[in-house]
C-alpha cells in the first residue's frame, strides 16, 4: 500500500546523527554525518524548501561541511542551503573523548540542537591498537537463495514498432527514444494533436506512463483508445516530471493519444520550485510558441501490460 502526504508550511529544523555501530571514536579520523531537513509541524520534510542553514559546533569535534551549489560547492562553509529540503553535514572526532553540541539555525524556522559524544580509543605513545574497522559487521559470503522472490515485477513494457501522427510523422519516434531532450508536437491545430502508437504485439494493455512537455505547468484533456475502444478520458495532473494513467484494460495492438479540448489547457507552474542557484527548473523541451492551444507534446511514453513474476 502506497501513501501520498502533502506536506505543511515548513516550521523547524530537525536533526539527526548518524555514525559507526561502535560509536564516534576519538581517534582524529573517524566522521559521524549528521542529516539536517526543513519539516512543518508533523515533522514532514518539505520537498520545496531550501532555506539557508546556520550552524555552530562546539566541544570535541572538528567541522567538515557539506555541499551545496553555489560558491565554491559551500565547501567548509558553515552556512548552506538544503535542497529538496534537506542536507547533510560531517564532523570530524579530535583525539580527546568529549562531548559534541551542534546547533542550527535558519530565519523563520525553530533551531535545533544535537548533542553526542565521542568514545576514548586506547593508545600508547600515539599508536592505537584498534584497528578503525574494528567491531564493523563482514559478510564474505553471498548468503543462501531466498525462498521467496526479492522483488515482483507487476507489469511489462510493450514494445512500440512505429507510430504515426496528426502532423509532423516523421518526429512521432522522438515521444518513445528514450531521450527526454526531445519530443513530439503537432502544428498547435487541435485537429492534430493526436499520435497513434503501432505495438510488437497484441496485448492486454493495462497502463501508460508520459511525460509531457510542460508537465510542471499544464494538465491536458486526453483520450486515450485501444484499437478504437476508449480506455481512459480525463485529464492529466501536474507534475515533476513523468505521469501514470491507468487505463480501462483493453486488448489491443494500436494505441492512440489525442488532445481533447485546447481551451482547458492552463499555464501556471503547480510547484513554483527552483534550484539552489535560483534558476527555475526545467518543465520540459522549450519552445518559443509554448501557449499554443492546440499543442500536444509528448517527451517520452511508454505502454505496458501487467505481469506478474518475480525475481531474486
Not at 162 to 182: M, P, Q, V
Not at 251 to 280: P, S, Y
Amino acid at each position: 500500500m502506497a501513501e501520498l502526504k502533502t506536506a505543511g508550511k515548513p516550521v523547524a529544523v530537525r536533526l539527526k546523527l548518524i555514525q559507526g555501530p561502535k560509536g564516534f571514536k576519538a581517534d582524529g579520523a573517524d566522521l559521524a554525518l549528521v542529516e539536517a531537513e526543513v519539516v512543518d509541524a508533523e515533522g514532514n520534510r518539505s520537498p520545496t524548501a531550501l532555506n539557508m542553514l546556520n550552524f555552530d559546533l562546539q566541544g570535541a569535534a572538528v567541522w567538515r561541511g557539506g555541499l551545496a551549489q553555489g560558491p565554491d560547492n559551500y565547501i567548509l562553509a558553515k552556512s548552506l542551503p538544503v535542497e529538496g529540503g534537506v542536507n547533510r553535514i560531517l564532523v570530524r572526532s579530535t583525539t580527546t573523548a568529549g562531548a559534541v553540541v551542534l546547533k542550527v539555525t535558519a530565519d523563520g524556522l525553530k533551531s535545533n540542537t544535537l548533542t553526542f559524544a565521542s568514545k576514548p580509543v586506547l593508545a600508547t605513545n600515539g599508536l592505537s591498537l584498534e584497528m578503525p574497522a574494528s567491531g564493523l559487521p563482514s559478510y564474505l559470503k553471498r548468503g543462501p537463495t531466498p525462498n521467496t522472490p526479492s522483488y515482483t515485477v507487476t507489469r511489462h513494457t510493450l514494445k512500440i514498432i512505429d507510430a504515426i501522427a496528426g502532423s509532423n510523422t516523421d518526429k512521432a519516434r522522438l515521444s518513445y527514444d528514450d531521450n527526454e531532450l526531445s519530443d513530439w508536437f503537432n502544428d498547435g491545430n487541435l485537429a492534430t494533436a493526436w499520435i497513434n502508437y503501432n505495438l510488437e504485439r497484441e496485448a492486454l494493455i493495462t497502463e501508460v506512463t508520459i511525460k509531457l512537455n510542460n508537465f510542471r505547468s499544464r494538465s491536458y484533456p486526453l483520450r486515450i483508445t485501444i484499437d478504437g475502444k476508449e480506455a481512459f478520458n480525463g485529464l492529466t495532473a501536474k507534475t515533476l516530471g513523468y505521469y501514470t494513467i491507468k487505463l480501462n484494460p483493453q486488448r489491443g495492438k494500436n494505441l492512440k493519444i489525442e488532445l481533447l479540448d485546447a481551451t482547458a489547457l492552463e499555464a501556471k507552474d503547480a510547484f513554483g520550485m527552483v534550484e539552489i542557484t535560483g534558476k527555475k527548473l526545467d518543465d520540459g523541451v522549450a519552445r518559443n510558441d509554448i501557449n499554443t492551444k492546440g499543442r500536444l507534446s509528448i517527451v517520452e511514453v511508454e505502454i505496458y501490460e501487467a505481469g506478474n513474476s518475480g525475481g531474486h
